[in-house]
């Protein structure tokens, strides 16, 4: 894991733009630099910590039939209900965006693995149901590490969905 230091986020406000882009700057720059020592101002500083990122990340892209908004919104507590009380362990985030203008909802979905997602889908799957009576599924997005997306085309393949190979090097904060 590579550490590195920024301002305290009150300092941030006095400080000018230009000090803030060259902190982000090096920021990255030093999550790229091998056995990088964590570098403390003060206590006052906020150390961040990187890791290897290797979320599979599931966006579906609802669109709401014509009539349906109120059913279809009075699922969505349903889903989150139920992520919360049985995927603990292999949920990092799950959270609903939506709807639009045009009706369009998006779920925002990351997991542990591959397994985590099917089994994220066995768990909702009455919800899911529920749902699809009263929107369509326009478009879904998989991103992950490509032995897990391997691992999803044969049980996704009915969705049709995009996949997203996540690129080599790419890292989360370990905060999160």
């Known amino acids: 894991a590579t550490t590195i230091t920024l301002p305290a986020v009150s300092k ?3 400080m000018k733009l230009s000090l803030i882009v060259n902190a982000i700057t090096i920021a990255c720059a030093s999550a790229f630099a091998p056995n990088t ?4 101002r003060s206590s006052s500083s ?3 910590t990187w890791r290897d990122d290797n979320i599979v990340t599931l966006v579906p892209k609802f669109k709401i039939k014509e009539g349906k908004k109120e059913e279809y919104m009075k ?3 349903k889903f989150l209900e139920k992520v919360k009380a049985n995927e603990a362990d292999t949920c990092v985030f799950y959270g609903f965006v939506g709807p639009t203008e045009n009706d369009e909802v998006i779920c925002r979905e990351g997991y542990t693995s ?3 997602l099917l089994a994220h889908l066995a768990n909702v799957d009455e919800e899911l149901k529920a749902a699809l009576e009263n929107a369509d599924i326009v478009e879904l997005y998989v991103q992950g590490p490509p032995a897990d997306l391997e691992k999803l085309k044969e049980p996704l393949a009915a969705f049709n969905p995009t996949y997203y190979p ?3 090097g790419s890292f989360r904060s370990t905060k999160n």
């Open 37 to 40: 020592p964590a570098r403390t």
């Open 75 to 77: 699922v969505l507590p």
């Open 166 to 168: 996540l690129c080599e």
């Open 12 to 14: 941030i406000p006095n």
């Open 46 to 48: 906020l150390t961040m």
């Open 114 to 116: 591959a397994e985590g």
